[in-house]
C-alpha cells in the first residue's frame, strides 16, 4: 500500500487508538487477578474500554477511528487469552504460550484489522476504500478469487504498509499425480540434498548483505539518541534486513512449489532449529531458514494433494548405509564422504537424502501416514520395579523370558506371585522401599 502522507497520520491514529485499547483491556483483567475478583467477560471488557470509555474526557478521542478497529483489537486480546488458557491447560500442541503483553508504539509490527462491518471496499479502480481513512493506492500482487471477509493493515519496521486479506478460496487445487517421491537432507553449505542427487547450494542472503549491514549499523551507533537522524538510520536498517528477508522467502518459494509439483511425496527430517540456534553455527543456521522451507512445504503439500511427512530427528540418517543398513561410528561435519564395510562408497549429504526418503516411505505406508509403531505408553507399577531373583533364576517356569550365557531360558515371577498373595495394591514391594 502507498498512503500519502494525510492518510498515513490517519492510518498512525488508528495505530494508536487500538494499541490504547488492547492496553486498557489487559491492564482491566490484570487487577482484576490481582484483587482477586473474577475474570472479566468479554461483552463487559468491550463496554467499559470502549463504549464508556469514549464518553471520558481523557478517551474522548476513541471517535476519531472506527469502532470495528477498536473491537477487533479486544478480540485479538480475547483471543490471547484463550491460547494462553488453553496452553497452560495442555489443549494447545507446541510450545507454551506466555500470557498477553501491553503493546508498545515501538514495536516494529503496528497492524489494524477491519471487517465487512467497516464497509471497506475495492474499488474498480484498484484503490481501498478504508473508513475513515480515504482511499489508498494499493499495488496488487495477486486478483483476489472472491470478496474478502476481512482486511488487515500492516505497518513493518521499514515502514512499507500493507494489506493482507481474508478470502474464500476453491477447495480443489489438485494437481496432477506423479509417480516420484523425494527425501530430502538439509544443510548449510548445500541448503537442499535430495534423493536423485541434486544438491540446492545455499544461497547465505545474511552473509552476502553482512558488509551493508555493518555499514548501517555503526552509522546508526554514531546517532544521537532521539534526534531524527536516528530515527532515519533506524528506518535504513529496517529496509536493509527486510531486503534480507524479502530475498529469502521469494527464493524458498521458488524452490518449494518446484518441489511440490514435481514429487507426489516429500519427505525430511525433523531437525530441531532452536537447539541448533545455540550453537557457533547460529547465524549460519537462521540464515538458512529451515523452519521456514518446511513450513512451505508442507502447507503446499496440503493444498496440491501430496503426501509430507517428516522423519524423526533422532534417525541416524546420516550414519547408516542406504545399501546394507549398517550403523556406522559418529563421524566429524569435515567427513563428506565416507565407504562403508560393505562396499558401497557414499556421499554424506546424498546418502543421508536416500535414509530420509526410505524412512519415510516405511512410515507413512500404512493407510498413507497412519502411525506403524505402537506410542509409548508408562510401564504398570508394579512392572517398572527391578526384581531382584529374575536375574539369579534359571527354573523354567511359565514366565519372562531372558538370556544368560547365550542361552535362552525362563525366569519364574516370584514377585508378581508374592503380590498377588498378599493383596498389595499397586505391586509388590520389598521392606523399607
Not at 533422532?314 to 542406504?322: A, E, K, L
Not at 525366569?411 to 514391594?429: D, E, F, I, L, T
Request: aromatic share 6%; net charge positive.
Amino acid at each position: 500500500m502507498y498512503p500519502t502522507p494525510g492518510q498515513q497520520v490517519e492510518l498512525g491514529k488508528a495505530f494508536g487508538c487500538a494499541r490504547v485499547v488492547f492496553n486498557d483491556g489487559l491492564r482491566l483483567r490484570l487487577r482484576a487477578r490481582e484483587a482477586g475478583g473474577q475474570y472479566i467477560s468479554d461483552g463487559d471488557l468491550s463496554k467499559r474500554v470502549v463504549t464508556l470509555a469514549k464518553g471520558t474526557p481523557e478517551r474522548a478521542w476513541l471517535g476519531e477511528v472506527s469502532a470495528v478497529v477498536l473491537q477487533q483489537a479486544l478480540v485479538d486480546l480475547n483471543t490471547a487469552y484463550r491460547n494462553f488458557f488453553a496452553s497452560v491447560a495442555g489443549k494447545r500442541r507446541g510450545r507454551k504460550v506466555a500470557p498477553p503483553r501491553f503493546r508498545s508504539r515501538k514495536d516494529n509490527r503496528q497492524a489494524i484489522r477491519f471487517t465487512k462491518n467497516s464497509r471497506f471496499r475495492v474499488l474498480g479502480n484498484g484503490r481501498l476504500r478504508l473508513p475513515k481513512i480515504g482511499d489508498v493506492e494499493v499495488r496488487w500482487s495477486r486478483p483476489l478469487p472472491s470478496d474478502p471477509t476481512s482486511v488487515s493493515i500492516i505497518k513493518d519496521a521499514a515502514g512499507r504498509y500493507f494489506a493482507s486479506f481474508v478470502v474464500q478460496t476453491a477447495g480443489d487445487e489438485t494437481l496432477t499425480p506423479v509417480e516420484a517421491e523425494v527425501g530430502i537432507d538439509l544443510g548449510l553449505t548445500h541448503f537442499a540434498v535430495m534423493s536423485d542427487g541434486t544438491k540446492v547450494t545455499a544461497p547465505k542472503f545474511l552473509r552476502r548483505a553482512a558488509r551493508k549491514l555493518k555499514r548501517l549499523q555503526q552509522a546508526l551507533s554514531r546517532k544521537q539518541n532521539g534526534s531524527a537522524n536516528r530515527r532515519k538510520a533506524v528506518v535504513k536498517v529496517a529496509r536493509a534486513h527486510a531486503r534480507v528477508a524479502d530475498a529469502r522467502r521469494d527464493w524458498q518459494h521458488k524452490l518449494s512449489t518446484a518441489i511440490i509439483r514435481e514429487n507426489q511425496a516429500v519427505y525430511v527430517e525433523d531437525l530441531c532449529v532452536a537447539g541448533l540456534g545455540r550453537t557457533r553455527l547460529a547465524r549460519s543456521v537462521y540464515d538458512a531458514g529451515w523452519s521456514s522451507f518446511t513450513a512451505m512445504l508442507e502447507y503446499k503439500a496440503a493444498r496440491y494433494g501430496r503426501t509430507f511427512a517428516r522423519v524423526d530427528r533422532f534417525f541416524p540418517s546420516t550414519r547408516r548405509c542406504s545399501v546394507c543398513g549398517r550403523v556406522n561410528e559418529k563421524m566429524a561435519l569435515n567427513v563428506r564422504a565416507w565407504d562403508c564395510l560393505c562396499g558401497a562408497a557414499h556421499d554424506r549429504d546424498v546418502n543421508a537424502a536416500l535414509n530420509v526418503l526410505a524412512a519415510g516411505q516405511a512410515d507413512n505406508g500404512n493407510d498413507r501416514g497412519a502411525q506403524v509403531r505402537p506410542a509409548r505408553v508408562p510401564a504398570p507399577r508394579g512392572e517398572a520395579e527391578t526384581h531382584p531373583d529374575a536375574a539369579c533364576s534359571t527354573r523354567s517356569v511359565e514366565g519372562i523370558s531372558v538370556l544368560e550365557d547365550g542361552e535362552d531360558v525362563k525366569v519364574r515371577a516370584v514377585n508378581r506371585q508374592r503380590h498377588v498373595a498378599r493383596g498389595v495394591p499397586g505391586g509388590y514391594r520389598e521392606p523399607g522401599r
